[in-house]
C-alpha cells in the first residue's frame, strides 16, 4: 500500500455540532482531534457539544439514514456529499408473538439486521469514516471480532479507501468471507479478540495515517451508537421505551443509548420522562454482568469461551460505564448460558420472523430472564435491541434445526410425515 501522513495540526475541523473531547474520568477538556486518551489523566475521551437548536419536523423531513440526525453527530457538514452507505432508518417492530411468549406486554424489536453489512457497525464505522476524512486519515482499519470487521471493509470500499482488519484466527467462517469479499488488507490473528484488540492500539501509533475506527478515532465512532437511541425514540412517536435491553460487547453502545435519550431530553424532542437500561451477556463472557452481581465498580477481565463471539471481548473499554449507566437508571446487567442463547435465537425467529444471529439470542434471553427474576417490569414499554443477522453465525444452529423428514414425493408421504 501507499501511505500518506495526514496533516495533524489543522485545529478548523469541520466536524459539525462537536466541540471539543471531554475526558470521561476527570472532565479535562481538549481540542478536536484524533486522540482517544485524556493527556491529564489517561481517561477515555468522548465528545462535547454546542447543539444547534433542532426540530422534530427538521428530522422528520432529512432522509432515511442516520443523517437525518447529522446535527446531532461529529461530522462534517458536507458528509452526505462523500459516497457511504447510508446506513440507520430501521425497523422497529411491535412484537406481541414474542411479548406474549415472555410475558411483556408491550415489547418491540429494534432490528438493526437490516444495515448494509447486516449489523449495527454500519452506524458507528459511518460516523468514524466521515470523522477520519475530515481529521486526514488515509486508511480505515480496525480490529474487530466480526461485525466490525464487515462493516469497515465495505465502507472503506464504497469511499474508495483502502482498508486493513485484524480478526482473531478462531472467528466464523461466514464473517471472514463476508469481509474477504471487499479486497479489504485482511489479516488473521493467532489470539482472541483482546490479543488483536492490543495489536491494533500499537499499530494506531507506528501508522499515523491509519484510522481504527475503534482505536484513535473511537471518541467519534462511539457516537454512531446514539443514533440507535434517537431512531427508537423517534419511532415511537418521539418518547422514551421505559426499559431497552441492549446486548455488551465493549458497553459502547450500551452508554451511548442512553446518551442519546438523554440529549433528546435536554433539546426538548421529547417529553422528560424516567428510562432503564438493562444489559446482556453471555456466561462464557460475563466481566459486566459479574461486576455487577457482585456490586463492585471493577471489572475484572475473563477468558472468553462462548457461541456469541460478537459479544465475546473479555476486558470490555467501557464495562465501568454500563455499571454506571444501569446503576443510575435502575436497570441490570444478566448474563446466560449459550444453550439459552440458542433458544433465544429460535424464540426470536419462531414468533417474529427475525434470525439474529448470537448476539440476538443473547438479548432474548436475558430479557427472559429479567421478568422471570422480577427485574423487567412485564407492563412497561420494552425495547430488545437485536444487532446482527443470523446469517452470520449458522454454526451456533446448525445442529438444532433442518428438515423434519426426508420424504418420498408423494402427497401420502408428506401427510404421513406430518401426522396428518
Not at 222 to 245: C, D, F, H, M, N
Not at 356 to 366: D, F, S
Not at 389 to 396: H, P, Y
Request: net charge negative; proline share 6%; aromatic share 6%.
Amino acid at each position: 500500500m501507499t501511505l500518506t501522513a495526514p496533516d495533524q495540526t489543522s485545529t478548523g475541523y469541520d466536524l459539525g455540532p462537536a466541540a471539543a473531547l471531554s475526558c470521561r474520568a476527570c472532565g479535562h477538556r481538549t481540542p478536536l482531534a484524533p486522540e482517544f486518551a485524556c493527556p491529564q489523566c489517561f481517561g477515555p475521551l468522548e465528545i462535547a457539544y454546542d447543539f444547534p437548536s433542532i426540530t422534530r419536523e427538521e428530522i422528520e423531513r432529512g432522509p432515511k439514514s442516520i443523517w437525518r440526525y447529522q446535527k446531532l453527530l461529529p461530522v462534517p457538514t458536507t458528509v452526505q456529499d462523500h459516497p457511504n452507505m447510508d446506513p440507520g432508518f430501521t425497523r422497529l417492530i411491535r412484537a406481541d408473538r414474542l411479548g406474549a411468549e415472555l410475558g411483556i406486554r408491550n415489547l418491540w424489536v429494534k432490528d438493526d439486521t437490516g444495515n448494509p453489512t447486516h449489523s449495527f457497525k454500519d452506524r458507528v464505522v459511518a460516523v468514524a469514516l466521515a470523522a477520519a476524512r475530515e481529521l486526514g486519515f488515509t486508511v480505515l482499519a480496525c480490529p474487530s471480532t466480526g461485525n466490525l470487521a464487515n462493516a469497515t471493509a465495505a465502507a472503506a470500499a464504497r469511499a474508495g479507501w483502502e482498508s486493513v482488519v485484524l480478526i482473531p484466527s478462531s472467528l466464523e467462517r461466514a464473517k471472514v468471507l463476508m469481509t474477504a469479499v471487499y479486497d479489504t488488507n485482511l489479516l488473521a490473528v493467532e489470539g482472541n479478540y483482546d490479543d488483536v484488540n492490543r495489536l491494533a492500539t500499537e499499530l494506531a501509533f507506528e501508522q499515523e495515517d491509519w484510522a481504527f475506527v475503534n482505536v484513535n478515532v473511537r471518541p467519534y465512532y462511539a457516537e454512531g451508537s446514539k443514533s440507535l437511541g434517537y431512531e427508537i425514540s423517534e419511532q415511537l412517536g418521539w418518547r422514551i421505551p421505559a426499559q431497552t435491553v441492549i446486548p455488551v460487547a465493549s458497553g459502547s453502545q450500551l452508554t451511548k443509548i442512553d446518551k442519546a435519550y438523554g440529549e433528546l431530553v435536554s433539546l426538548g424532542l421529547v417529553d422528560g420522562a424516567d428510562w432503564k437500561i438493562f444489559g446482556a451477556q453471555a456466561a462464557g463472557c460475563s466481566p459486566v454482568s459479574t461486576a455487577f452481581r457482585e456490586g463492585t465498580d471493577v471489572v475484572r477481565p475473563q477468558r472468553p469461551d462462548t457461541i456469541a463471539r460478537s459479544l465475546a471481548i473479555g476486558n470490555p473499554a467501557d464495562g465501568p460505564y454500563v455499571l454506571d449507566t444501569v446503576r443510575r437508571t435502575g436497570g441490570a446487567v444478566t448474563d446466560v448460558t449459550d444453550d439459552e442463547v440458542r433458544d433465544g435465537i429460535r424464540l426470536l425467529a419462531r414468533t417474529e420472523g427475525v434470525f439474529a444471529e448470537t448476539a440476538g439470542g443473547v438479548t432474548v434471553a436475558n430479557a427472559k430472564k429479567l421478568v422471570e427474576t422480577g427485574q423487567l417490569d412485564p407492563d412497561a414499554d420494552t425495547v430488545l435491541l437485536i444487532t446482527g443477522d443470523g446469517l452470520k453465525t449458522l454454526d451456533a444452529i446448525e445442529h438444532q434445526v433442518g428438515p423434519k423428514a426426508t420424504v418420498p414425493a408423494t402427497s401420502k408421504a408428506v401427510r404421513e410425515a406430518l401426522g396428518i
